[in-house]
T-cell receptor, first 112, second 112 residues
Framework: GQQVMQIPQYQHVQEGEDFTTYCNSS?????IQWYKQRPGGHPVFLIQ?????EVKKQKRLTFQFGEAKKNSSLHITATQTTDVGTYFC????????????FGPGTSLSVIP | DTGVSQDPRHKITKRGQNVTFRCDPI?????LYWYRQTLGQGPEFLTY????????KSRLLSDRFSAERPKGSFSTLEIQRTEQGDSAMYLC??????????FGSGTRLTVV
């Protein structure tokens, strides 16, 4: 069945360093969504990517969708302690399902 | 508050008891989802509604689980004869069409 894989599972960075998490799917995606979940909180929607090769930026966050629409990445420049949390990619494919399936997430720790 | 509301926030129940959770979505959203999340994992899809129609139910959901969304407004999730393995955070989310999801704060269920 459909599933997304994310790497790494955990990442510890020094404050100010960059961070990247990668999301890979076995199938072509209609779109991909990214969510952030702070410790003890609930997932919060960040962005949705729809077009092949799409790149979107939100301040220090850069999101990319692969040309084949099978992978995506989230890059954070100059991490801050407020970036701590788990970042989930969620695949949305209308071929079989009409809702998102979440990946396992990448847990980011930022050392001040 | 115009976000997604879930009640109760916490529920402790004895094994074998029935529990019911409520979710009030954002009023303009036509889609409502239930997910379950355990520690260190991504949200796992349970079921979803478009307006009042339940369009999909996960194969992982046993017959002890039932959900309703009367009149296409709030939704309830009932678990009958709870088991220790049902202990998890139960998340409700709503969306308009294929937009990103807005999650509630969740109901944490502990079965003792």
């Amino acid at each position: 069945g459909q599933q997304v894989m994310q790497i790494p599972q955990y990442q510890h960075v020094q404050e100010g360093e960059d961070f990247t998490t990668y999301c890979n799917s076995s199938t072509t995606l209609s779109n991909i969504q990214w969510y952030k979940q702070r410790p003890g909180g609930h997932p919060v929607f960040l962005i949705q990517l729809v077009k092949s090769g799409e790149v979107k930026k939100q301040k220090r966050l850069t999101f990319q969708f692969g040309e084949a629409k099978k992978n995506s990445s989230l890059h954070i420049t100059a991490t801050q302690t407020t970036d701590v949390g788990t970042y989930f990619c969620a695949e949305y494919s209308k071929t079989s399902y009409d809702r998102v399936i979440f990946g396992p997430g990448t847990s980011l720790s930022v050392i001040p | 508050d115009t976000g997604v509301s879930q009640d109760p926030r916490h529920k402790i129940t004895k094994r074998g008891q029935n529990v019911t959770f409520r979710c009030d979505p954002i009023s303009e959203h036509n889609r409502l989802y239930w997910y379950r999340q355990t520690l260190g994992q991504g949200p796992e899809f349970l079921t979803y509604f478009q307006n009042e129609a339940q369009l999909e139910k996960s194969r992982l959901l046993s017959d002890r689980f039932s959900a309703e969304r009367p009149k296409g407004s709030f939704s309830t999730l009932e678990i009958q004869r709870t088991e220790q393995g049902d202990s998890a955070m139960y998340l409700c989310a709503s969306s308009f069409g294929e937009d990103g999801y807005t999650f509630g704060s969740g109901t944490r269920l502990t079965v003792v």
